[in-house]
């Protein structure tokens, strides 16, 4: 193996030139980058970047924290974080935290050490995040919430699920079925209160009996959809909190006898790729997942550089979906 | 901030043991490693771990290199890996490369320039990994291929396959739509060799007009599905080669009037978490993500540390999932 010097040589550049085009290939003129490119392939040199990582105390790479991976709506945010940063010559290390605070703390712990020079922060309900400021790096919470404390960007969620729930209402529906997330998740929270200023918007009394929890994943709207099923007076639409449980909630219906709208109508969250091809296709509120990590990294570095955030949170705008999993609630179809 | 002196004397050790204690835990016992760490909480010690890297020359991250990380199926193969991989003191560097190989260039530099120790290579198709031997660090392949080179990890897609293909047979299906993915890809290849083998031996001849070929993502699904069914004769059967297309090839079948099983039957491959609730639950092969990204986390640290692997190839098993998308052929059926 080569080493810098000979490098340098072929280029003929200075050994300094190299080591800048190797750290920092922005401040080197594209012909100089080139030359060295061009040097270091013939020489196949292969410097040892943990000694430059060691110089400039920077690891050049973010951690990604996230409740789930094989959750889609975040694998498709991940996707986003992860083109970006590389543009930007970081890598991404991944922290599927299965929501356990010890795998998390092991993964904050590599940013403390400098392994990682700056967190994104897709577990909404952590306690350690929670008291984030007590943190001394750089770190920004993605697909945040109200409650969400420090800088971080996220959808209106109250919002857009009010606008979803006044959506159902508009079709005719009073007895509107709720599949939450855990009661505690703060994406729960907000949605929950989007739900409720709909009803009392349109003067509909909430009734707890609607209400069952899930917990974000496929079989967990299976079984809440089962137990609203055994109501005596069944709802005549289901708003779900994410689209997983709603393509869970579907198939329950189904296996009860149930038409999906023409029985009851069934709505999501997310806009996961399966949303359009699932039976049938749901009527959902999109979340701009690309835009989310794309904006959630540059966010990032510029924390990284010790730049202070003018606007400490961005609220990006959602989509309205409207597909096919929704209809006028049957009795309360005006007749013209 | 505190120095590693000050965590020595409190935790009544030596400087070395605290030192040992955080690079190589496993070389501490118990009792030294709770007083180490009781001492870095109280004083809140924050060790610069770039430094051991550098000393080690060692990451302590390994890349996994994946062509979409929004494939539910890789999506739970990588949390396998990074649940293993932090189990083990690694964490995980994610390379997703959207099937271009000037990103995975950039990825496999982190390798070579010592920023990661070795990779774990999810994309079947690369150009640079199929002269694998000429790279000097550890990696291996895993969702392998009967063609990959070096190291890997897969199950016989060959056989699973003509397993699935040989079921429909049996279901007395002769004309078996075939949905590839890109003609190129390695798992196409193999998958479509079961698929002959199958047909072959039941006498069965192969017919091009029944192969659609497709991308391995939903959308291409429907698609390759409608090209089936604008034949004169249809297929009675669609064999998909994966979950993701027969999702879509069973709306697209629905879209077109006919009913799944009745109609036409579908099979999927990998047996994503969306195959049992899809309509109808899609029958499907099962291929063993858990055990999958285990191993290859603890091959590639073998290799890492510097072992030779006596077995270089792993076969696990795979399972046959049968649900409802699957029936006897309509004219076939036999009279009682």
């Not at 590599?110 to 770190?139: C, W």
Request: glycine share 6%.
């Amino acid at each position: 193996m080569s080493n810098i010097r000979e490098v340098a040589r072929i280029a003929g550049v200075s050994v300094a030139t190299v080591s800048r085009a190797l750290s920092h290939p922005e401040k080197v003129s594209e012909a100089s980058r080139k030359r060295v490119q061009d040097a270091i392939d013939q020489v196949d040199y292969r410097p040892n970047m943990l000694a430059r990582n060691f110089r400039s105390a920077r690891s050049y790479s973010l951690v990604v924290l996230v409740p789930d991976i094989a959750n889609p709506f975040f694998a498709q945010v991940i996707r986003s974080i992860e083109l970006r940063a590389q543009k930007k010559g970081y890598s991404v290390l991944l922290g599927d935290t299965q929501d356990s605070n010890a795998r998390e703390q092991e993964y904050i712990r590599l940013v403390e050490t400098r392994l990682a020079d700056g967190v994104i922060q897709l577990r909404p309900m952590s306690d350690q995040f929670h008291n984030a400021s007590k943190f001394k790096f750089p770190y920004l919470h993605l697909c945040a919430t109200e409650s969400s404390p420090g800088p971080c960007i996220r959808v209106d969620n109250v919002t857009a699920f009010k606008h979803m729930t006044e959506y159902l209402i508009s079709l005719g529906h009073r007895r509107i079925g709720l599949i939450t997330g855990l009661k505690g998740n703060p994406h729960t929270v907000d949605r929950f209160k989007g739900y409720k200023q709909a009803l009392e918007n349109a003067g509909i009394p909430f009734d707890e009996a609607l209400i069952a929890e899930g917990e974000y994943v496929i079989w967990s709207g299976v079984n809440a959809a089962n137990q609203l099923c055994r109501l005596k007076e069944r709802p005549t639409a289901i708003a779900c909190m994410n689209d997983e449980m709603a393509i869970g909630a579907i198939q329950a219906l189904k296996s009860n006898g149930l038409q999906v709208p023409e029985d009851v109508s069934v709505t999501g969250f997310d806009d996961i790729d399966y949303a359009r091809y699932c039976d049938p296709p749901l009527t959902t509120i999109a979340q701009p997942s690309d835009d989310m990590g794309t904006i959630a990294v540059d966010m990032l570095l510029r924390l990284i550089e010790g730049e202070t955030l003018s606007e400490e949170e961005h609220v990006l705008p959602y989509d309205f979906i409207l597909r096919k999993s929704t209809a006028t609630v049957k009795v309360a179809v005006p007749e013209y």
